[in-house]
């Protein structure tokens, strides 16, 4: 890894924590994982969905970006009951901005996780 993602864990898979393109920063789904790799399966709802939006933070750092720059996020759930709570957590996280999302309901996540993130940003702003 290079120095602008030496806060993040190593992917697990054959992609990056993210891609530039047209202008945009392309935020690969980021898991419920702290930077050492301690997976937190075992975790809150609270704890699991704090550690992603820290993720989707640190990641837009490593890219150059600010929360400010997110325009489109979408949240993957395995349980839609915990909605609410994360549009508490997603509230106090952003602030006043309020860029474009989706949550999704799924079956179990890998892992056991009970949240996954995805985004997008604006490059560079």
């Known amino acids: 890894m290079d120095g602008k993602t030496s806060t993040l864990t190593r992917p697990g898979g054959h992609y990056s924590h993210f891609t530039e393109a047209a202008g945009l920063v392309f935020i690969s789904g980021q898991l419920p994982i702290t930077a050492t790799g301690e997976k937190l399966a075992d975790a809150s ?68 996780f009970k949240i996954e993130v995805e985004a997008v940003a604006r490059a560079g702003a």
């Open 45 to 112: 709802f609270d704890e699991q969905a704090l550690q992603v939006l820290d993720n989707v933070g640190r990641v837009l750092q490593a890219a150059g970006c600010r929360l400010d720059d997110l325009v489109q996020v979408r949240i993957y759930l395995d349980d839609i009951e915990n909605w609410p709570r994360f549009n508490e957590l997603y509230a106090q996280w952003l602030g006043e901005h309020r860029p474009a999302r989706a949550i999704v309901p799924t079956p179990p996540l890998h892992y056991g």
